[in-house]
């Protein structure tokens, strides 16, 4: 079993940053790989970014750089570094694990937080 617990979510003005964070706990969580979700109201969940067990990272073409995602795998925390942010970003996002390797379906993930609510301001 892992648990997710995810923070840092907020309300923004168009063009600022936030820090989203990840706490997981359980077995061998350094071992999963990490992916970020995100789900505005009346649309479907959309991957947003993954980062692999051992480091390799996936975004979707349309992140075309203004997210960045890490691990501290001492601490056991993932980020979400979210920059330039746009009123399309507003969003509950969640964080989700899988054993080892990246997957960009919401489908193919074992465990999730409950998400922290990101509300960006035009």
């Known amino acids: 079993q892992v648990q997710l617990v995810e923070s840092g979510g907020g309300l923004v003005q168009a063009g600022a940053s936030l820090r989203l964070s990840c706490a997981a706990s359980?077995?061998?969580?350094?071992?999963?790989?990490i992916a970020w979700f995100r789900q505005a109201p009346g649309k479907e969940r959309e991957f947003v970014a993954a980062?692999?067990?051992?480091?390799?990272?996936q975004y979707p073409e349309w992140v075309k750089g203004r997210f960045i995602v890490s691990r501290d795998n001492a601490k056991a925390i993932y980020y979400l570094q979210m920059n330039n942010l746009k009123p399309e970003d507003t969003a509950r996002y969640y964080c989700?694990?899988?054993?080892?390797?990246?997957?960009?379906?919401?489908?193919?993930?074992?465990?999730w937080g409950q998400g922290t609510q990101v509300i960006v301001s035009s």
């Open positions: 989700a694990a899988r054993p080892v390797t990246i997957a960009t379906r919401d489908s193919e993930y074992d465990y």
């Open positions: 359980g077995h061998s969580v350094v071992v999963y790989a």
């Open positions: 980062i692999d067990a051992s480091g390799p990272i």
